[in-house]
């Protein structure tokens, strides 16, 4: 057993109140359980008791054993003077407090309810699947509609929080922002890393002062990507290049570009290769003046798909890398790809403008594209899938993604509606 389940038994104050006394067999009563503490100090702050007849005011420490509060050196910390109850799974020890006043203790071990132990247990069980699968067929339908519109929302507020830090740091310019994550996210998890480094290295405001040509677009992406390094190939498109690349890079003082060796190819098919990504995204880039602005004022699904269209130019049509030909190679951008981008990229991006303005309509605009993509497949859905999870959209892959990260995998079963109803319901454990 570990602490958070008693949290949640005192949160809930799901103990047997009958005859409640202390250790010291005071008459004790709950009056306000106090809120739950996630920073440093006492677990519960703010709680009201009544013992033997007084008002105590304070917070509650709880703990397996009433010794960890000398384990946890709790009796030299002043944050821990106004605790006024140690509630304890198992008491085995008088605890005091820096004044060397005894704490009241409580002792629960034969207050918990067995049912509520036992599917405790069972759902905090270390095992490779889901630890509620048993039971979730008895789950009500709303309860797990509730858990992934809840799990859907964090989601999307911390994709948020990030493209707000980077805003900041891009001096609240909007399009510079949306240019990064579109980079970082061209990048497709493998090439991530050096897709972000490489927004940084070329900023949006200079490949828009040529946002009508595509040989210069390459250039720059090329060059500051590090695939125009001497010594070149006899390529004679990537000598081209080169040569207006050390043009563009004196004329902008350009610095910080990467190398070739910070791309990653390893388990790549052609089509995926980071140097594809770049003529893909020369192909988006070219004769967009105003990515942000476009991207959260388009109308409908099909606009999205069109945004993401994009032609690569003759020479990428042809091949995969500098001197590498491949006739048959698809080079576009396909479905899953832009599925991806939007996913991603563009609906982060428009919450997170609806959050900034705190306008309801960009917030349901980017709810409702997720509403209108496929849900994703990967490991983690397939579980929720498999126990017949509603799999409508990507706003349900979105949340089970979620909900597997922040909760099923880290066992964080009381903290999610579909675990709380579980443990409550005795019929499940049965
Ligand atoms: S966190 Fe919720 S959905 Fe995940 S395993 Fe626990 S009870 Fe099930």
Known sequence: MKEDFLHYVWQHQYFDKKDLATADGESFQVLRTGILNTNAGP????AQVKMNEVTWNGSVEIHLKSSDWYRHN???????DQVILHMVWEHDQVVKRRDG???????????????????????????????????VSEVPHLTKLTMTDRVLLERLDEKACVIQELW???KADWEETAYQVILSNFGFKVNQEPFLRLSKALPYSVIRRHQH???????LLFGQAGFLEEPLSSDQYQQRLSQEFAFLRHKYSLQDSLTVSDWNFFRLRPANFPTVRLAQLASLLLGKSHLFATLVELENIKDYYNFFEGRVSDYWQEHYMFSRQNKTLKTGLGKASKDNLLINTVIPLIFAYGRYLDNQTYINKALSLLEQLKPEENHKTKQYKALNFQFLSAFDSQAYIQLYNQYCAPRKCLSCSIGHYILKNTRACQ
């Open 101 to 135: 006043t005894i704490i009241p203790v409580l002792e629960i071990k034969n207050r918990v309810p067995e049912a509520l132990l036992q599917n405790y247990l069972n759902l905090t069980a270390d095992k490779p699947t889901l630890p509620c699968a048993p039971f």
């Open 168 to 170: 900041q740091n891009n």
């Open 43 to 46: 677990d519960f702050l703010g």
């Open 74 to 80: 709790h009796h030299k910390d002043p944050k821990y």
């Open 213 to 219: 040509q595509r040989l210069q677009i390459e250039a």
